[in-house]
């Protein structure tokens, strides 16, 4: 069963070892679209994501991800900017022992949820985001990025 309409643009500006490619992105993005929408995701480098989170969020680190949602596109369509560093993903899944790809793939399905409004700012919330996290990834064979 075809899930939302999608239109995925997916944009290298890292040259980092192990980024998955466009159509292991794209079935990621799918698996976590639950509305239809125009999607950017945009592997960088740690400058790149260092000065978007200073600019947009006044943050000074480098994030693993950052979502922009841009609300409806138009009429029942979302939009919105999904920003990966690449170095940093690496950096995490070394640290925490788990294959590459699946810290992508959480990164990527974390990012979309984000879009889509869930949110992690309350332990209520957060408990809602990473039961739907962990269930998406299991289709992959991806386990629970939650435990160790």
């Known amino acids: 069963m075809p899930g939302p309409d999608l239109r995925l643009s997916v944009q290298f500006a890292s040259d980092a ?13 799918a698996a976590a679209l639950e509305h239809p929408a125009d999607i950017t995701v945009r592997l960088v480098d740690a400058d790149e994501a260092r000065a978007l989170n200073q600019d947009y969020r006044h943050k000074g680190y480098v994030p ?10 138009s009429p029942g369509r979302l939009g919105g900017d ?4 690449a170095p940093v993903v690496a950096r995490e899944a070394r640290a925490q022992g788990k294959p590459l790809k699946h810290h992508y793939a959480h990164m990527t399905v974390h990012g979309v949820l984000h879009l ?11 408990a809602i985001m990473e039961t739907r996290e962990i269930a998406i990834l299991k289709r992959f064979r991806i386990p629970n990025p939650y435990t160790s």
């Open 64 to 73: 693993n991800v950052l979502t922009f949602e841009y609300g409806e596109v």
């Open 116 to 126: 889509q409004g869930y949110d992690h700012l309350d332990p209520a919330d957060a």
């Open 17 to 29: 070892p192990g980024l998955p490619g466009r159509a292991q992105i794209r079935r990621w993005v």
């Open 82 to 85: 999904i920003v990966i560093c």
